[in-house]
């Protein structure tokens, strides 16, 4: 029987690191067809894109560029990075092509997006996923870039992360866990936990509080980001495979009603009754009127029901304290202990 493609990569990678030579671009893939890029090293070449919105001004993105040297890389624009179109950072075949070039650039290592806003589902008709697949690259973002981690992923089996962007500085918090995820990766790797908090009496940690919904532990693929734009991929040729994964779950400026409404979809689609368990990140700036479930009400009417382990307040999302979650890679989510545990390391 002829191998697919995904099968074809995953042996030849296989056996390039059996050969004890490195792999594309640095890359390795997994007996599963999981294709690992490169973790960032000093020197690299990081690639900025704005697949959806752009910065306001010019200067927004040439302290994006000074961001990426912050952090011992060499910086460079995509060709249409100060474009503007509207509320669209350029039009959709020039974001595309932006992001198409990217991957395919020898001279690029890894690619950081620099704001979310709206516009990356329209691309995703576009990207060239087989040379993505040949070209294997760090790609993070989250937000509206949701959209391209997913479909990336999907159809080519490449880890791609959900964390911080060029477009703001790096929490202490945030720089830690970019560290423990991207650069200096261990086997296990906690993440999400809230930063540390000095209680004293009268003080207690009252804004990043981690809640079991509901108990238990359970081990999955990283499936998810923001919880509006999962949603948009549903009934898509780009919709995630949520059978057995561990769902996580953010977003920004959405009432409880309206978290409530997009649950409900997912419930009402099947796929909340195929994952394992559920990480819900901060739901932040959501606005609460005097008519209205809280906002733990809204999940735990929806997810009790699943029984399966779900976790409420990781640091992910719209936040300025924020982890890094690699979408593919194992993970665990233990409920009874507040954690979410990356079961293998995302990069090479």
């Known amino acids: 029987m002829a191998l697919t493609r995904r099968e074809l990569i995953g042996t030849l990678s296989t056996m390039v690191a059996a050969a004890g030579m490195p792999g594309q671009a640095g890359a390795a893939a997994t007996n599963s067809g999981l294709i690992k890029p490169a973790r960032l090293r000093a020197g690299m070449t990081i690639g900025l894109v704005t697949p959806a919105s752009n910065a306001p001004e010019n ?34 075949r020039q974001r595309a092509e932006d992001l198409n070039q990217m991957f395919a650039d020898p001279e690029v290592d890894a690619i950081f997006c620099v704001r979310g806003g709206y516009g990356s589902g329209r691309l995703l008709r576009d990207l060239a996923y087989d040379s993505i697949a040949d070209n294997p690259k760090l790609l993070m973002g989250y937000s509206d870039i949701t959209a391209i981690l997913n479909a990336i992923n999907l159809r080519t089996g490449l880890v791609t992360f959900h964390g911080p962007m060029a477009g703001s500085n790096l929490s202490d918090y945030s720089y830690e866990q970019y560290r423990r995820v991207l650069l200096e990766p261990e086997q296990e790797t906690r993440v999400g936990e809230p930063p540390a908090f000095e209680t004293r009496p009268g003080v207690v940690d009252r804004e990043n509080r981690v809640t079991a919904i509901v108990k238990g532990i359970a081990e999955g693929r990283l499936v998810g980001g923001n919880l509006s ?43 909340l009754e195929q994952v394992a368990g559920i990480a819900f990140g901060k739901f932040s700036d959501a606005d609460y009127d005097s008519n209205t479930f809280s906002m733990e009400q809204v999940i735990r009417d929806r997810c009790e029901p ?3 382990p779900v976790l409420r307040g990781l640091m992910f999302g719209h936040v300025e304290d924020k982890t890094v979650i690699p979408l593919g890679v194992r993970a665990r989510v233990d409920a009874d202990k507040g954690s979410l545990t990356l079961l293998e390391p995302a990069v090479v």
């Open 59 to 92: 200067e927004d993105l040439l302290a994006a560029m000074d961001f990426v040297r912050s952090l011992g890389f060499q910086a460079k624009a995509s060709p249409n990075l100060f474009q503007r179109n509207q509320y669209l950072a350029g039009n959709d």
């Open 229 to 271: 734009l999962l949603v948009t991929l549903l009934g898509t040729p780009f919709e995630p495979d949520f059978e057995n994964a561990i769902l996580f779950l953010e977003d920004v400026d959405e009432p409880p009603y309206s978290v409530d409404r997009m649950l409900t979809h997912l419930w009402l689609t099947g796929k």
């Open 306 to 308: 699943l029984d399966v």
